[in-house]
């Protein structure tokens, strides 16, 4: 079975620094996938960052990065350049060659002008 | 557009009534699956389908029904909701997790039972 936590129910940033949002996993598989989807007042999950196991380098979207540690199992967040519509929540989430995708219980991420 | 539709997107109702959410693709993909979201437990996982006809149970299943008769289409059923069902539900869609895909989600339902 998988786990994902997520250690910081609530974090804030000022507009234009930068945050990183915590998440460690727990898996007893080889191959598999971690992402990062942020939900917005909306309620609309959009995928912000994916990344693969088998890769060392880690994944970078624009302003959005992630440190994958796979040994210590940790995959962190990186927003740089913050921005009000960064407000969100944010689910770190882990999938496997099954068909369960697990998700952490979420950080509230509130950007401030 | 690609999209997954879910309906309704607000729904109150009374213990014991049965009550359906649909949901709906449209990228042709394999693989559905229904998730409640509440406060600090994130997403997990309900049931999941990964073709026409062939459904499994996920993390919370009780209480909940679900059938895939048409590929594109992935109906949620409560046939006795109860108040610890009341929750914010999800659809999504994909292909296949195993090769890395992103999950579409719905724009989620948000169910109140009382």
């Known amino acids: 079975a998988q786990t994902v936590t997520q250690s910081q129910p609530e974090m804030s940033v000022q507009e234009a620094e930068t945050v990183t949002l915590s998440c460690t996993y727990d898996?007893?598989?080889?191959?598999?996938?971690l992402f990062w989807y942020k939900q917005p007042p909306s309620r609309q999950m959009i995928l912000v960052i994916r990344?693969?196991?088998?890769?060392?380098q880690n994944a970078t979207e624009n302003r959005f990065s992630v440190n994958f540690q796979k040994a210590a199992k940790s995959f962190s967040l990186k927003i740089s350049d913050s921005q009000l519509g960064d407000t969100a929540m944010y689910f770190c989430?882990?999938?496997?060659?099954?068909?369960?995708?697990?998700f952490g219980g979420g950080t509230r991420l509130m950007v401030k002008p | 557009e690609a999209q997954v539709t879910q309906n309704p997107r607000y729904l109150i109702t009374v213990t014991g009534k049965k009550l359906t959410v649909t949901c709906s693709q449209n990228m042709n993909h394999e693989y559905m699956s229904w998730y409640r979201q509440d406060p600090g437990l994130g997403l997990r996982q309900i049931y999941y389908s990964m073709n026409v006809e062939v459904t499994d149970k996920g993390d919370v299943p009780e209480g909940y029904k679900v059938s895939r008769k048409e590929k594109r289409n992935f109906p949620l059923i409560l046939e006795s909701p109860s108040p610890n069902q009341t929750s914010l539900y999800f659809c999504a869609s994909s292909s296949p997790f195993g090769q890395g895909a992103e999950a579409f989600f719905g724009q989620g339902t948000r169910l109140t039972v009382v």
């Open positions: 898996t007893s598989e080889n191959n598999y996938y």
């Open positions: 989430a882990s999938n496997n060659a099954g068909n369960m995708l697990t």
């Open positions: 990344q693969e196991a088998y890769k060392q």
